[in-house]
């Protein structure tokens, strides 16, 4: 008999909720806990051991024997230290323990994390602090609690701290604007996330067989399967039962830490999938993505499946991305990016559009940075994926709107179109009035913005921390000509206000076909950024305009940002080479012996059979040949990787190694590639050392 499942009863169970917290806690000290994780106030050490100890019964109910705190350093995955509630007292007494302080405060040591030269300026020690606007859950017999990670003198060490920096930085600015165009009664806004998450599944079994899998998240070898995506037919497909099962039981765990996953369904490729949740505050969101993305790969583990969350897994089909969908809303529950009816005349709706449209414009650059890493420059800019360069798409309406305001008109609203399709027991529904342009990558959705360059293994803290600081900047300027205005005039003539930032910012606007070669001439026609790379884009994040923005709203110090622009070029040199590393392992002690026995097989089959018969073998000579004349490729391509390898470690300067790595060991990679790729469709698949492109992306049933 099929299980039921009972959303509701499940939804949350594993979570030590705001709902319990007001539940089980005294008035006071629950109101305590609120003031903090609302206003950052100081949380006194009586109110944290009422809490730790009300926290500690929870989750020894729920089975837990541990508590960590859990952080996020700049590694872009999370971090635990495990340390039970055990205590022992006199007599050998055990007692399950667990104090204020314990709650409020970590010590794990911070020497082995990331720290981009930080740690020259401190000791080893590191702090964590828990953030109580993210709840609590416990976990594997673990209570986690959510922290910050900062150093012995305070600099951020993690993706947290900065993230709510930032929140804090667009709720004080978007305030002022409210409060400047009459709005009292708004007091404080939020920024909301929803990230679309892409992944791919395949058979844990054929996993472990790749070691490029395993040790670096995509093949660096394998040919082309006869098939790909080209049929389209795998794109919102039925799900294979085994697929199916998987999104089950993820959706159930999901759902027990609190997650709210709404949508699933195939994507484009072969074998790869997507799930949405539902929006949350972007804090929040965030943990749950870093959440979401162990979930999955511990659930298709039991189900005997890899989850595949690399930006590129496959060379010759779509790669995985995460679309950050962001939005405003105000304490009083509306969304400030919602166009409603006649959006021509919806004054905040317009402030905030505005407001986005100058903040993308200003810093495009950091918006690219954001996204940043080695896996994801596969995909930025190729064909599948929203190209390096940043635009906004709106849609036609807004378009129109926005049109008008540039010839000082007001725009009417014609109201919602009605869609007709010709069968009259269809119902008639309204016309979208945003259509999607999937090429775009910062596109006006509805009611949010949709960026689309995040790949699919990024922390989304990097892109919301410039989201938020970007829109907070903007907001702070137009705040700025707004108090230069008589109060009874602001709301006539912030519409001039607009028209000269629609003038100052419309060239990164861009309605058409991002993924054309047009595009690409026309923006670099219009100034806008197109950095096409990792070391091209992070110079940029040391520019005076970026500096004076991060330190002007206190998101990053000027010392932490020079941590996060070293911690950038380390990780993706780190990648890459780890990931030659893995292909000169696998080419020389995996598949050249495999070559090398078919060769031999060959000569032998030549040999033998012109002993025997008087045949001129050509075929297997002509096999031979090629088999030959591609291995004597191989051999130049490997040795060209080595000795390149070795002049990239000899680079001490950062930015240079990391230029290296991007324009010559990547460019080394592909040439050894496509000789292997060659060869491999040459040798016996049966004989081949790990399974193939058709067996990872078609086998799963
Ligand atoms: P689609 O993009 O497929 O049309 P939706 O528009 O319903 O789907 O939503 C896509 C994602 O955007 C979901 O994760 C959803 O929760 C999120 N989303 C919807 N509204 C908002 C909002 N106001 N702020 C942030 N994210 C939102
Ligand atoms: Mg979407």
Redesign the pocket.
Known sequence: MEKKTNIQEIFGKLVFSDQLMKEKLPRDVYEAVHKTSKYGTHLQLDVANTVAAVMKEWALEKGATHFTHWFQPMTGVTAEKHDSFLSLHSKGQVLMEFSGKELVKGEPDASSFPSGGLRATFEARGYTAWDPSSPAFVKDGTLYIPTAFCSYSGEALDKKTPLLRSMEALDHEAVKVLRLLGHDEVTHVNT?????QEYFLIHKDLYKKRKDLVLTGRTLIGAPAPKGQEMDDHYFGVLKPRVSAFMHDLDEELWAYGIPA??KHNEVAPSQHEL????ETSNIAVDHNQLTMELMKKVADKHNLACLLHEKPFAGVNGSGK?N???I?TNTGK?L?SPGKDPGKNTLFLTFLMAVIAGVDDYQDLLRISVASAGNDHRLGANEAPPAIVSIFLGDELASVLKALDHGKTYKSEGKEQIETGAHVLPHFDRDTTDRNRTSPFAF????F?FRMPGSALSVANPNIILNTIVAESLSQLAAKLEAIPAEEREDKIYSIFKDMLDEHKRILFNGDGYTDEWVEEAKRRGLFNLKSLPEAVPQLLSKKNKDLFTKHQIYTESEIESRYEIYLENYAKTIHIEALTMLDMVKRDFTPTLFKYMKSIAECIREKTAVIEASAGYEKSVLKDLDTSADQLCADLKKLEDDMADAESKSDLLAKASYYQSTILKDMDDVRQSVDFIETLLPEDELPYPTYDELLFSLR
């Open positions: 909301t996330v929803g990230s679309e709404k949508t949405a949740p539902i929006f679309h969908n962001w939005s809303s969304n990016l959705t509805g009611n949010k949709e």
